[in-house]
């Protein structure tokens, strides 16, 4: 078992910035995916951005990139999403995925809203 726990959403202007953590716990994290996703109103949840625990290896979505960067503290099992330059449509709820051994475990999520 994995268990997540996102924080660092709120509210804030277009053009600023916000830092997502994901509190990671449970089994060993080696060879876990770590991911970010995202899903608006009326829409279906996407994928963010995802990094490789062990190597750090990392994939953003085309909307996102550039703008977004993740990056994960293996001392504190911790991943984070920096979101630089929001928009009002990266107004969302924000969750954490692992993927580990063919299962992904979820986050239970933390809203984000971006005020144009």
């Known amino acids: 078992q994995v268990q997540l726990v996102e924080s660092g959403g709120g509210l804030v202007q277009a053009g600023g910035s916000l830092r997502l953590s994901c509190a990671a716990s449970g089994r060993t994290f080696s060879g876990v995916a770590m991911n970010w996703h995202r899903q608006a109103p009326g829409k279906e949840r996407e994928f963010v951005a995802t990094?490789?625990?062990?190597?750090?290896?990392?994939g953003y979505s085309d909307s996102v990139k550039g703008r977004f960067t993740i990056s994960r503290d293996t001392a504190n099992n911790t991943v984070y999403l920096q979101m630089n330059s929001l928009k009002a449509e990266d107004t969302a709820i924000y969750y954490c995925?692992?993927?580990?051994?063919?299962?992904?475990?979820w986050g239970q999520g933390t809203q984000v809203t971006v005020s144009s």
């Open positions: 990094i490789i625990w062990s190597g750090g290896n990392t």
């Open positions: 995925s692992a993927d580990r051994l063919g299962t992904r475990y």
